[in-house]
C-alpha cells in the first residue's frame, strides 16, 4: 500500500468533518435568523404600539396605564430576544471558525495526498524507464570490429 493510500481515508474523514461542520453552519446561520426575524417583529409591534398609545392619550389614566405596562413587557421581551440574537451569534460565529478550520485540514490533506500521488507516479515512471532502458540495452548486439 502505498503512502498516498494509506492517508487516503485520513482525507475522507477530514472531509466528512468539513462538511458536518458546513451543516452545523447551517443550522447555526438559520437558527440567527429566525431569531433576528422574531426581535424584528417585535421591535415592529412596540413601534405600532407605541404610535397607538400616543393616539389614545387623551383617553383615560387606567387605560394609559395599562398602555405603559404592556409597553414595558413589550421592551422586556425585546431585550430578552436580543440576548437571544447575541447568542445565536456567538454560536454561528463559532460554528463558522470551527468550519473554516475544517476546511483548511481537508484542503492540506489534499494537498499532501496529491503531492505523494505525484512522488509516487514519479518514481513508477524513473522504474518503468530504467527497466525500459535495461531492456533495450539487452536487446542490441554489440559489435566488435
Known amino acids: 500500500m502505498t ?5 487516503s481515508p485520513i482525507k475522507g474523514l477530514a472531509d466528512d468533518r468539513e462538511r458536518e461542520a458546513g451543516r452545523t453552519v447551517s443550522r447555526d446561520q438559520a437558527t440567527l435568523a429566525a ?17 397607538r398609545q400616543q393616539g389614545a392619550a387623551a383617553q383615560n389614566v387606567a387605560l394609559l396605564q395599562n398602555f405603559q405596562a404592556f409597553l414595558g413587557r413589550l421592551e ?3 431585550r430578552q430576544q436580543q440576548r437571544v440574537v447575541d447568542q445565536a451569534q456567538v454560536v454561528a460565529d463559532s460554528s ?3 468550519w473554516h478550520e475544517r ?5 492540506s490533506l489534499g494537498k499532501v ?8 507516479r ?7 524507464q530504467a527497466e525500459t532502458d535495461e531492456r533495450a540495452s539487452r536487446a542490441i548486439p554489440i559489435r566488435i570490429d
Open 3 to 7: 503512502r498516498s493510500e494509506r492517508i
Open 35 to 51: 431569531a433576528q426575524k422574531q426581535l424584528q417583529e417585535l421591535e415592529s409591534y412596540r413601534a405600532e404600539y407605541a404610535a
Open 76 to 78: 422586556e421581551a425585546i
Open 96 to 98: 463558522t471558525a470551527v
Open 103 to 107: 476546511k483548511i485540514e481537508a484542503a
Open 113 to 120: 495526498v496529491d503531492r505523494l500521488q505525484l512522488q509516487e
Open 122 to 128: 514519479a518514481v513508477t515512471e524513473r522504474r518503468e
